[in-house]
């Protein structure tokens, strides 16, 4: 896991990502927040983008966060032996996650949390929404489609919980349409490994490395 140069983003924004899947299974790396609010697994193949802290703009702050893309397919030849490019024999991952700490003392309640930064936005059809749980607490799980044009261009879901009252975060992960029943394992596994309970001393650990 790799990381990328800091970028300043909105979390609403970035669910707008779109991209490719190649399936469930992904290795996961142990990913420490720098400001020591959180760690996660994250493919180990994936570079991350660390989003710094944005005051608020008519909701929460973000606190910190990250991106997890996979890295840019490397160019390839224009021929290949026989005529055949072996870069077109596979579909390179390009389902993107990403986890923020915000503030959460403007919620009431995860109704209003959800409502926020996702179902509240007219582009996202929700076809599920259940209760959940992230680091003990209780969380939604949201999966909806993005539609732009009337078309159906992505996928996202989301996990999301208030925490303590203080301090709430939000798991995502945007592919394609219909891709829920192959990112699904995948993502459960995500949300499983999150914690914000981040002992003394390991928020300043590298990237790097096998999720135990």
């Known amino acids: 896991m790799r990381r990328a140069s800091t970028l300043l983003v909105s979390p609403i924004a970035l669910l707008l990502l779109a991209g490719c899947t190649q399936g469930s299974e992904r290795d996961l790396a142990r990913y420490y927040d720098d400001r020591g609010l959180f760690v996660v697994n994250l493919p180990a193949a994936n570079d991350v983008t660390v989003t710094p802290p944005q005051p608020p703009q008519d909701g929460p702050s973000l606190l910190t966060g990250v991106i997890s893309s996979p890295p840019a397919p490397s160019p390839s030849p224009q021929a290949a032996i026989g005529g055949f490019d072996a870069a077109a024999s596979g579909q390179p991952d390009q389902t993107v996650y990403q986890a923020f700490a915000v ?31 992230l680091d003990g607490s209780p969380a939604r799980l949201i999966v909806a489609d993005a539609r732009e044009g009337g078309e159906v261009t992505s996928s996202v879901a989301a996990a999301m919980t208030l925490g303590d009252g203080e301090t709430g975060y939000l798991i995502a992960a945007i ?15 995500i949300v499983r490994s999150f914690r914000s309970d981040v002992p003394p001393g390991v928020a300043t650990f590298p990237v790097g490395g096998q999720a135990p």
């Open 175 to 189: 592919f394609p349409p219909g891709g829920w029943d192959t990112e699904r394992a995948d993502f459960e596994r």
């Open 103 to 133: 503030t959460a003392d403007e919620f009431d309640d995860l109704d209003q949390m959800a409502l926020y930064f996702l179902t509240g936005d007219p582009v996202f059809d929700v076809v599920i929404d259940d209760p959940a749980r």
